[in-house]
């Protein structure tokens, strides 16, 4: 009841970012609970330090719903961070045949769940059902391997679901991805016990679709399958886009299956004429022991098959020495090269799993205060910042907290927060505001290219509802950008979190983000004047795995850059505006080398902006942009809707060169709205290579201006445009 009647609480608070705190040091008893929404804020936050128990008798549960135990259902924006502990006491219900789920996601878009310990669930130990926009990071599931049913993850309905950065060890799946679930991707997973990681079942009563699947630097340990697709016969729909990557397993059963003729009970199992369709499935840079000799099992449905199965650099071997491992293969038709199931490769690999909690009684909060903060807004706190960073970088915590208060204004001169911390999960709580110096004096002596940066820190998540003020307006009129520094920059830290935050007047870029891997901003407010020069919302370069969701941005400058190096970039629900939209690039200036790819926009509107979806690149470079997908887009008033600009000069005076970026596999679907200009979709591309395969489908702009008609350009562009107006006469095939 109390943890109910706190959660109404919270549900209904009218604060930006309320916070439900379950404190440390204390062990909470609950029987089933509902944490139901939708709540006033779309950005709650749960402070997990305490830990929480299941009754540990079958007869507490009594009059309850026996399919779960904790649940939250349709509360977008929730974010779960902490040390504690959920433990469902499983162990007597597993000689039962229906069990509770310990917890449960229903419709929570936007959902972060990070640094939490699950054990010994009664069934599945965390349930995703319909869910959106999904990070899990750093994570610590167990159960003994002969507790039935404890999954560690199951997904189904769910889509752009990212798993980071965790332990999962079980009774059976590690992970398990079911129907309806697209754009999953499981990155940095020790697994172990347990059944791996599998698709499926699928097609077990009916219609069923995967796809978008992709598992990368992962390791399974002494698990009973490894990497698996498993559908019955007799259903209909796909598995498809599947890509296992960078996988290591050290004694595995059975470590790559694909099973169409799924049936556990090997009993009335039927041959039926239908079947799921799988296809574009890759396994890439696999290695490892198996316990099974038969290291490779493709066992594809006979009557629709398994259709564009590529192996690449697999050697896997048995832990026999001596013994030969070979590899199985019905109906599946595909390539490899490179792949050796016989014992010709070996290799030898020692895993430390090292799971440290944290010292005993170890504090992890460290409040600035604490170390001298201020907080006048007129008192330099720079210092006192640095030296809390410090001991929460070096805490043995195993989820050390950075505390920035609220009702506090912090005055920042340049300041650098460094690692590598000893944990992996460094959490900072910005609920306080920080301001830098109003004056341009005030900088001297410091680097001028960066004014707050972390660096080199894996594992953080920045969380609240604090402002980061740059105070840019001194800085506007400088002439040369680069001499002007960035007001928040991360470099190199993967597994990054921030949530929350309000960032306004940037001296040039608000935030920029550099060679980072699997990285999350949701519920950002970044703003500042239409006239300020330079001063993007968010830059991206070298960076991969980045998700951008649910924020506004209105700038001077691009909302969004996505510049060289950069891919498997999403950004999903952005209001976007005023600012110069959402652009890759440019590219190949001064004849470099840039790549761009797989970078996917969707459910975005552009207000009044610049421009809107945009890729700009100069003559004379070489590399490449493709793979780049804008979906469901409204413009409002927007000049310039949709641009590719393959002679981007901003100064002019630049050269007709031979050589230039290869663009290439862009979409642009469900595209509509209203432009101030007339020329509502201009492809400019390169004379030289042109453009390849463009596509727009469902595309309709017009003009603000009643019974002005709106036009296309088109130069050395080739693709296909369908129900699009205006019609985009100059592509050609």
Known sequence: MAFSNAWKATCNAPSRNPILIIPATKIFLLKPVTFSGPCKSTSIHVLMSGNIVAPNSKMAWKGFHINRWLAFTHVNGLTIIGSGTINGRGAAWWSQPCLHKALTFYWCNGLVLKGIRHINSQRNHITISNCKDVTFSNLYISAPKTSPNTDGIDISGSSNVQILNSFIGTGDDC?????????????????????????????????????????????????????????????????RRISFEKIRFIRADSPIIIDQYYCPSRVNCKNETSGIRISDVSYRSIIGTSTTDKVINLSCDQNVGCTNIQLNYVYITSTVPGKKAYAFSFNAHGNYTHTRPELIFTVFITILYVLTPGASGATNLFNVMDYGAVGDGKTDDSAAFSKAWKATCNSPSRNPILVIPASKIFLLKPVTFSGPCKSTSIHVLMSGNIVAPDSRSAWKGYHLDMWLAFTNVNGLTIIGSGTINGRGAVWWSECSSYRVPQALTFYRCNGLLLKGTKHINSQRNHIAIFDCKDVTFSNLHISAPKTSPNTDGIDIASSSNVRILNSFIGTGDDCIAISSGSSHINITGIACGPGHGISVGSLGAHGGNDTVEEVHVRNCTFNETMTGVRIKTWQGGVGYARKILFEKIKFIRADNPIIIDQYYCPGGHCKNETSGIKISDVSYRYITGTSTTDKVINLSCDQSVGCTNIQLYYVHIISTVPGKKAYSFSFNAHGNCTHTKPVVKGLQP
């Open 175 to 239: 992970i398990a991805i079911s129907s309806g679930s697209s754009h999953i991707n499981i990155t940095g997973i020790a697994c172990g016990p347990g059944h791996g990681i599998s698709i499926g079942a699928l097609g077990a009563h009916g219609e069923d679709t995967v796809e978008e699947v992709h598992v990368r630097n992962c390791t399974l340990k002494g698990t009973m399958t490894g990497v698996r697709i498993k559908t019955w016969q007799g259903g209909v729909g796909n598995a």
